[in-house]
């Protein structure tokens, strides 16, 4: 389909040099002598040509009054020569090039093909926009459950807000979609969202990191670079496991919390940024309060809106629709032959624990799909995790420590042989042993031994 042109120029000969010109070169062309003329027409262009001198409304407030109504189609402005002040004027005004009179038909074309190539970058850009505001529907955050759908309420009176979201939940249950849906929904939702996550970056390197460092602020620091904090400025900050995140980047946090500002690593100067702060966590936060791991007020600052995600397990009837959503997703991804999901399935689906949650849920539905070979996932197809877990004591009384030890001391053992296992890695030994980096360092504190 080709695309329509609007030429407004109240000069009859040039305007129609400049149609025949288009027609050939295989553009739809309307004409109007008058701004007036030309707004009527305005709506059905891919692209308007306007000079600036016009009888009645000029070329300026004709483009003042597209604007007004929202109209965003690429504007080229004719202006004589010696009157280029103005034709700026009209760049500034939203106009998205010029063509000084008088000019070659060979620079008419070129600046039709350069603005006619904005427009599908334009129209292109928009398409992306609407596709990522759909993907972060609530729609597309799958719950039916009432847990659920109080979730999407208050997704829907804090997101346009800037308050500080904590969000709690076990590993795998949408954290970080309900951070993007918060983010999309949110007057910020046009600017950064910028992901940390705080178990990934090693503790010597999480400063300038997060808020970036200058030349020679230590060996290697060739160049200055900014920090996570600095690339999110007008938009929002998701920082995924916040309680691994040691005490003394902890009152750095509270800093950016409480006064929106902070230095880069080597540097004195104070920046001040304007950022949203999401946050989230797999573990109690109170527990790392009474522990003394986890600052109290940085933790007061965080929790100013707490939304608390309950695991699969205890919502149920969310299952039988996150099944079906997953299987219409990964259908046309996978190319599998599986189109859909039987009953007895999701009857099988619902029957198991789902320690993974929903992360886990769309791992097995996936690799059912690809195992498939009927149009409809049946219970034989659905392939669950059945590695070996370890099995819970049946009752308190089979509890018992070693001979001779206190509980203390056995503590202390199982710290060392995690320690001795992950080669004295810190991170590494806390995960096998289920607990948080600056748990961990506590323990060892306490213990005596450098944390």
Known sequence: MSARILIIEDEEKLRRVMELQLRTAGFDVDQAG???????????????????????????????TLRERGL?????????????????????????????????????????????????????NRKLREELDHRYQFDNIVGRSPAMREIFATI?????????????????????????????HSPRRGHPFVKINCTALPENLMESELFGYEKGAFTGANVSKPGKFEQADTGTVFLDEIGDVPASIQVKLLRVLQEREFERLGSNKIRHIDVRVLAATNVDLRAALEQGTFREDLYYRLNVMPISIPPLRERREDIPFLAEHFVHKLAKDLGSVAQAISEEAIQKLMQYHWPGNVRELENVIERSMVMASQPVLSAADIRLDTAPRAQRPASNSEYSLP????????????????????????????????????????????????G
Request: proline share 3%; charged share 25%.
């Open 34 to 64: 008058a701004a007036e003329e030309g707004l009527r027409l305005a709506d059905s262009a891919d692209l308007i040509i306007t000079d600036l001198r016009l009888p009645g409304i000029d070329g300026l407030q004709l483009l003042s």
């Open 72 to 124: 965003q189609t690429p504007i080229v402005v004719m202006t004589a020569f010696g009157s280029i002040e103005t034709a700026v004027e009209a760049m500034k005004a939203g106009a998205v090039d010029f063509l000084p009179k008088p000019f070659s038909l060979d620079h008419l074309m070129a600046v039709v093909g350069k603005a006619l190539e904005l427009r599908t970058l334009r129209d292109e």
């Open 156 to 184: 829907e009176r804090v997101a346009p807000t800037r308050a500080t979201v904590l969000l709690a939940g076990e590993s795998g249950v949408g954290k970080d979609m309900i951070a993007r849906a918060i983010h999309q």
């Open 403 to 450: 001979d001779g030890m206190t509980l203390d001391e056995y503590e202390q053992a199982v710290i060392r042989d995690a320690l001795k296992r992950a080669n004295g890695n810190k991170s590494q030994a806390a995960r096998m042993l289920g607990l948080t980096r600056n748990a961990l360092r506590y323990r060892l504190s306490q213990m005596g031994m450098e």
